[in-house]
């Protein structure tokens, strides 16, 4: 190239480029199962009333667009919030005790979170390795390359049965995670496979990660998303922190799925100490800050703004809890009706794990081809690896398709039909 750089093309990252093809095919059938975000039942963003209500009340209060600086480690305020809507405290220290394990920064949303957590391992912990599920969220790749530190994968999703593979994740994890290694987790919802531990076996990998002394490092991206319950879907970040005290940990935490906020960027990192420490806790934040600082200055303000007016008022966090279940019961019903169609059809294959699945996205079990052929014979857009993200799909009785017009930039019930018939098409 001509430049002074010493740079190559870099591939476009698979997510934005598929909306991007998306966007720009003009056929009106188009059906976009790519990017990970919630839409209405007319295929429209669902700004969550809870948030609107919120926004009106800062707008009143002239508090929504203050742009003065917040402090380095964000709005002190908000950092309470969060960590208390992560670890709720209901284990068995007391509420001031656990407090003082946890030191806490704000972060840009869930990937900065991801970032500077890889980061602040990277230079205060030296792990050797870091350990994803294969599959992951591609970004944890480029943000623990980035970070420096060797990734290595532990097995996650049995194809052959579309299960969770916690045979293969253990078995891989006790022979060669090394003493001090990072251990990615999915505190719920696993992105891409929606397929998370039991309960059960959350306690036996917490068991292994005490026992060879590995570091777990949660990235919670859809709490309350998920099951509808943000107490539900903490529950394997409570339990680390709650009955393995002497194990450090951290956690990632998002607000733009369960809040809706995706383009504000709201986010928070919490690092977990193996011991209540107000004065060990201020020098790990001391220092989260410094990284802090040389990379962003601080996180964004309006978005902590309302998630903070919303949880500091009793009755906004109750209709925002309506607000979870509004739309995680939508995608447990999509879910369903793509099942259903698919049986209906008696389309090959099994699909109960299209049901059994949890969260925003569908591991279809496509194939590359299969998934090609998708898009250039029905022009439905999914990841190569048949992640589907199927959010904006509604349940109504079956009814064809081709009577109705489709919302052009979304899957809405009025195209589940449509979607399982040319999966039902590309498979046979
Ligand atoms: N982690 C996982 C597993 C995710 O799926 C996402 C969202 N796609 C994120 C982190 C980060 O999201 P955001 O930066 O938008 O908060």
Known sequence: LDTRLDVAPVPPDEIFALNGAYFADTDPHKVS????????????????????????ALVEDNDLFRHEYTAIEG?????GIARDLMFGFEGKQSEEEAKARIGTVQTVAGTGANHLGALFLAHHMKPRNVWLSNPSWANHQTIWDLAGVPRKAYPYYHAATRSFDFEGMMNTL????????????HACAHNPTGLDPNKEQWVAIADLCERKKLFPFFDSAYQGFASGSPEEDAWAVRYFFNNKPDMEMCVAQSFSKNFGLYGQRVGAFHYCLNRSSTSIRDVV?????????????????????????????????????????????????????????????????????????????????LSPKQVYALKDKYH?????????????????????????????????????????QAIDDVIR
């Open 75 to 79: 709005d002190v305020p908000f950092l």
């Open 174 to 185: 006790e022979s060669e995670a090394l003493e001090g290694d990072a251990v990615l987790l």
């Open 33 to 56: 199962l790519g990017v990970g975000v919630y839409r209405t039942d007319d295929g429209k963003p669902w700004p969550l009333p809870t948030v609107q209500k919120a926004e009106k």
């Open 285 to 365: 934040v001391g220092n989260l800050c410094h990284l802090i600082r040389g990379e962003f200055s601080m996180g964004p303000r309006s978005g902590c703004s309302i998630v903070k007016k919303i949880l500091t008022s009793g009755e906004l966090t109750a209709e925002w809890n309506q607000d979870l279940q509004v739309m995680s019961s939508r995608i447990k019903t999509m879910r369903q009706a793509l099942y259903n169609e698919l049986i209906r059809l008696q389309t090959p294959g099994t699909w109960e794990h299209i049901i059994d699945q949890s969260g925003m996205f569908s591991y279809t079990g």
């Open 380 to 420: 439905i857009y999914l990841l190569k690896s048949g992640r589907a993200s199927i959010s904006g799909c509604k349940d109504t009785p079956h009814y064809d398709y081709k009577e109705y017009e489709l919302t052009p930039c979304t899957v809405s019930q009025k195209n589940v039909a449509y979607v399982a």
